[in-house]
T-cell receptor, first 116, second 113 residues
Framework: QQQVKQSPQSLIVQKGGISIINCAYENTAFDYFPWYQQFPGKGPALLIAIRPDVSEKKEGRFTISFNKSAKQFSLHIMDSQPGDSATYFCAASRRPGYSSASKIIFGSGTRLSIRP | DAGVTQSPTHLIKTRGQQVTLRCSPKSGHDTVSWYQQALGQGPQFIFQYYEEEERQRGNFPDRFSGHQYPNYSSELNVNALLLGDSALYLC????????????FGQGTRLTVV
């Protein structure tokens, strides 16, 4: 059962443009929404993350927009650069309780290519 | 400060064989999670270890088992390998009660032939 749906599957953006990746989740118990960046042959690396009590978080050229009522969140990459070419995963998890572990539920990924 | 280290980086096994993958967590971390990432897919949670016990398990058969040692390092064992087990196996470490920031290793690429 896919709990985090991600789109598009692939995206091509011109250098300097804005890259936008969208995700939707189902489980309202999720309270942490990270984005991971993965280069070929590497493990995922945390890029930026947000909690549902804020609607937007910005770190440099990367911004997460969060819509709690719609259960949707998105990643915007401003001034996209060729070095941003990678696969991006949205994800969701729950804060662990005393006796329960927390797992990260990943989206299916978006392969982003930035054309010079 | 070393991050999460996994070994080996690549592995080729024959169908029906058994395999053991290893993970050393980031310094200061006490929790290890394992994920399977099939080609072109997002990582799928296998299980998580804390205090040498399996705390939560994803939708994977009993052929997948693990272990955590007192030094927090961990192993993932897969028995009776199937062709469909071919994937990148990722280890992630975190600090138990700040589980939000998980650091991933570069993974072990397992190919079953």
């Amino acid at each position: 059962q896919q709990q985090v749906k991600q789109s598009p599957q692939s995206l091509i953006v011109q250098k300097g443009g804005i890259s936008i990746i969208n995700c939707a989740y189902e489980n309202t118990a999720f309270d942490y929404f990270p984005w991971y960046q993965q280069f070929p042959g590497k493990g995922p690396a945390l890029l930026i993350a947000i909690r549902p009590d804020v609607s937007e978080k910005k770190e440099g050229r990367f911004t997460i927009s969060f819509n709690k009522s719609a259960k949707q969140f998105s990643l915007h990459i401003m001034d996209s650069q060729p070095g941003d070419s990678a696969t991006y995963f949205c994800a969701a998890s729950r804060r662990p309780g005393y006796s329960s572990a927390s797992k990260i539920i990943f989206g299916s990924g978006t392969r982003l290519s930035i054309r010079p | 400060d070393a991050g999460v280290t996994q070994s080996p980086t690549h592995l080729i096994k024959t169908r029906g064989q058994q395999v053991t993958l290893r993970c050393s967590p980031k310094s200061g971390h006490d929790t290890v999670s394992w994920y399977q990432q099939a080609l072109g897919q997002g990582p799928q949670f296998i299980f998580q270890y804390y205090e040498e016990e399996e705390r939560q398990r994803g939708n994977f058969p009993d052929r997948f088992s693990g272990h955590q040692y007192p030094n927090y390092s961990s192993e993932l064992n897969v028995n009776a390998l199937l062709l469909g087990d071919s994937a990148l196996y990722l280890c992630a470490s975190s600090l138990r009660y700040i589980n939000t920031e998980a650091f991933f290793g570069q993974g072990t690429r397992l190919t079953v032939v």
